[in-house]
């Protein structure tokens, strides 16, 4: 998925985002961000397409907002060195809940050609309703270390699963294309049922894999195979 909200060049998009800062009311509280995770993924390119995969980027903030989260107006992912920025709110973002903290972000950041990422430092931005802003530097640094998409097919209550990847994990998708759950699996002939459970595997409309290699900070999806 490309996410909307690219920009291109220092200047409309991020110029008038920040010049319109100081403008806003100063009272509320302060958004900070505690921790950033990014990663370079790897997706299926247009099948008949030259390429096999493409490269998006996936972005997640700790937030803390102490109006809560619902005071956070919008997201920015900056690349200052390639003037590229993507701008993130509540209409194509996600927010995750984990182990009490809250995480707003997005995966499948691409170029507009689809291009590879590129790689140096970033900023996160997070401003709020009042205006206030905070900021958090990062790095992308994923490897480039080319290796296959993993694959997966599916033979009555069978699956198939071909990957190179040091973790994987299965991913269930309901009929809208919504995430129902991930697990995580081995290579080798397994089980629907036992790998998802009866009850998600019940719902699954269509079913993915995606492979991890946190040595190099690099994922990768499989194409998606229906069910029904």
């Known amino acids: 998925m490309k996410i909307l909200g690219f920009c291109r060049g220092p200047g409309l998009c991020l110029g008038l985002f920040l010049l319109a800062l100081p403008l806003l009311s100063c009272s509320g509280s302060v958004p900070e961000i505690l921790a950033v995770e990014a990663r370079v993924e790897l997706r299926p390119a247009a099948r008949g397409s030259a390429g096999e995969s493409y490269e998006s980027l996936s972005v997640f903030g700790n937030i803390k907002n102490s109006d809560g989260l619902d005071d956070i107006e919008a997201l920015w992912v900056v690349d200052d060195a390639d003037e590229l920025s993507w701008r993130l709110t509540d209409t194509n973002w996600t927010a995750l809940s984990e182990s009490g903290e809250s995480w707003i972000g997005a995966a499948g950041l691409a170029m507009a050609d689809y291009g590879p990422i590129p790689r140096g ?57 919504a995430l129902i759950t991930s697990k995580p699996v081995g290579a080798g002939k397994l089980d629907l049922n036992a790998s998802l459970g009866p009850e998600n595997a019940i719902k699954a409309a269509s079913l993915g894999l995606y492979g991890y290699d946190s040595t190099q900070l690099l994922g990768a999806y499989s194409w998606r195979t229906k069910r029904r």
């Open 121 to 177: 430092e970033y900023r996160l931005i997070a401003a709020n309703l009042a205006g206030k802003r905070a900021e958090f530097k990062f790095r992308v640094s994923s490897g480039d270390k080319t290796r296959p998409l993993p694959s997966l097919s599916l033979d009555a209550s069978t699956l198939s699963v071909n990957s190179a990847w040091p973790q994987n994990f299965l991913l269930a998708y309901d009929g809208a294309g």
